[in-house]
């Protein structure tokens, strides 16, 4: 190799060991790569004219180009490898998962407090011998009004604001036609109850909702009177609500039975002094109820001369606002999971 050769070698080898000890990224390695080790590139030029070189000098020429092309080979590969491990590095402390948090707990559902307060009152008349029935939410105008004793013409269809489907059908308004269906269907003596939900066309406020929870309740036999209704309704309260309640009776009309009354508890949320769920009176309604109307006995089949009845209709979703304090009762429908999540 001529002087002038062997310093542009070494030369080279420098500035290239320089420029991949400089270099910002894999790019730039791979630049200097292919500039002097590539078929093309400069280690290459300089062994162009090897075949004019006697043995010897190609001998020589020859080990100092394999030295140099493996020294540049060596920092290549060492810079490269410096490249990967900060590469690496950055994606681990990226990815970095902390094994030890607590994983975020699967979050079970919980029943509707309706739901639960009538499971609570099912098991009470159940316990009682009471069968639980269930009646269509789409009923007709017979089941709804005229088997309970309330003629078309009759002003008590207004009492409740209806919502009218086509072909004679409604949304059933209250839970006392499934009386009609326990009635024809299992006969007397009869003690049943029938939780489900009602419909009416209502103005809203903190205790009126347009859909709403009923229980009604019934029991026809041979010997019966008011005090039996009065016993039943206590103990159905007080089991409930786990304590003494303070009800009074109040003369109610509903064609379907007489007498008639209905039944309110003192406020348990203002304890009687007042509030707007009670509308200030210190008294909620909570229950119709009274002696069955002759004429709805004979209307199922059941002759009024051999057997008699008490009846109930519980407004269950306003007593499920006095169990657990709820002071609107738009807040059960409002599909909130934050209040749902409580119960
Ligand atoms: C009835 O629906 C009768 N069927 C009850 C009955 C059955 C009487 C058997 C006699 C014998 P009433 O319309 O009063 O009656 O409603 C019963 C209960 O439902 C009320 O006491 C009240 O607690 C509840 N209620 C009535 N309207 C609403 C409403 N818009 N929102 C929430 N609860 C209501």
């Given at each position: 190799?001529?002087?002038?050769?062997?310093?542009?070698?070494?030369?080279?080898?420098?500035?290239?060991?320089?420029?991949?000890?400089?270099?910002?990224?894999?790019?730039d390695?791979?630049?200097?790569?292919?500039?002097?080790?590539?078929?093309?590139?400069?280690?290459?030029?300089?062994?162009?004219?090897?075949?004019?070189?006697?043995?010897?000098?190609?001998?020589?020429?020859?080990?100092?180009?394999?030295?140099?092309?493996q020294?540049l080979?060596?920092?290549?590969?060492?810079?490269?490898?410096?490249?990967?491990?900060?590469?690496?590095?950055?994606?681990?402390?990226?990815?970095?998962?902390?094994?030890?948090?607590?994983?975020?707990?699967?979050?079970?559902?919980?029943?509707?407090?309706?739901?639960?307060?009538?499971?609570?009152?099912?098991?009470?008349?159940?316990?009682?011998?009471?069968?639980?029935?269930?009646?269509?939410?789409?009923?007709?105008e017979?089941?709804?009004?005229d088997?309970?004793?309330?003629?078309?013409?009759?002003?008590?269809?207004?009492?409740?604001?209806?919502?009218?489907?086509?072909?004679g059908?409604?949304?059933?308004?209250?839970?006392?036609?499934?009386?009609?269906?326990?009635?024809?269907?299992?006969?007397?003596?009869?003690?049943?109850?029938?939780?489900?939900?009602?419909?009416?066309?209502?103005?809203?406020?903190?205790?009126?909702?347009?859909?709403?929870?009923?229980i009604?309740?019934?029991?026809?036999?041979?010997?019966?009177?008011?005090?039996?209704?009065?016993?039943?309704?206590?103990?159905?309260?007080?089991?409930?609500?786990?304590?003494?309640?303070?009800?009074?009776?109040?003369?109610?009309?509903?064609?379907?039975?007489?007498?008639?009354?209905?039944?309110?508890?003192?406020?348990?949320?203002c304890?009687?002094?007042?509030?707007?769920?009670?509308?200030?009176?210190?008294?909620?309604?909570?229950?119709?109820?009274?002696?069955?109307?002759?004429?709805?006995?004979?209307?199922?089949?059941?002759?009024?001369?051999?057997?008699?009845?008490?009846?109930?209709?519980?407004?269950?979703?306003?007593?499920?606002m006095?169990?657990?304090?709820?002071?609107?009762?738009?807040?059960?429908?409002?599909?909130?999971?934050?209040?749902?999540?409580?119960?």
């Open positions: 190799m001529s002087a002038a050769n062997l310093e542009s070698l070494e030369s080279l080898e420098q500035d290239a060991l320089q420029r991949i000890q400089s270099a910002a990224a894999l790019a390695l791979e630049a200097v790569r292919v500039e002097l080790l590539g078929r093309k590139g400069k280690l290459a030029g300089l062994s162009k004219d090897m075949g004019q070189l006697t043995p010897e000098e190609r001998a020589s020429r020859g080990k100092l180009l394999n030295r140099a092309k020294a080979e060596e920092a290549l590969e060492q810079r490269k490898s410096a490249f990967e491990d900060t590469a690496l590095h950055t994606r681990l402390q990226a990815e970095w998962v902390d094994l030890t948090v607590p994983a975020p707990g699967v979050r079970p559902g919980s029943l509707h407090p309706v739901t639960l307060v009538q499971r609570e009152i099912e098991d009470l008349f159940v316990s009682m011998g009471f069968t639980v029935l269930s009646g269509p939410e789409v009923e007709t017979h089941h709804n009004f088997a309970l004793n309330i003629p078309g013409d009759h002003p008590a269809r207004d009492m409740q604001d209806t919502f009218w489907l086509e072909g059908y409604l949304l059933r308004t209250h839970t006392s036609p499934v009386q009609i269906r326990g009635m024809r269907k299992l006969g007397p003596p009869l003690r049943m109850i029938a939780p489900g939900r009602v419909f009416r066309n209502e103005e809203l406020d903190a205790s009126h909702e347009h859909t709403f929870y009923q009604e309740g019934m029991m026809v036999d041979r010997e019966i009177s008011v005090s039996h209704l009065i016993y039943y309704m206590k103990t159905m309260l007080e089991g409930l609500f786990r304590r003494e309640v303070t009800v009074r009776l109040r003369p109610g009309y509903f064609p379907f039975v007489e007498p008639g009354f209905e039944l309110e508890i003192q406020c348990l949320l304890g009687g002094k007042g509030c707007p769920v009670c509308k200030q009176s210190g008294w909620l309604e909570q229950l119709g109820c009274g002696l069955v109307h002759p004429n709805v006995l004979r209307m199922s089949g059941i002759d009024p001369e051999e057997w008699m009845g008490w009846a109930f209709g519980l407004g269950l979703t306003r007593l499920v006095m169990r657990y304090g709820i002071d609107d009762i738009r807040h059960l429908q409002g599909g909130d999971l934050r209040f749902l999540r409580q119960f």
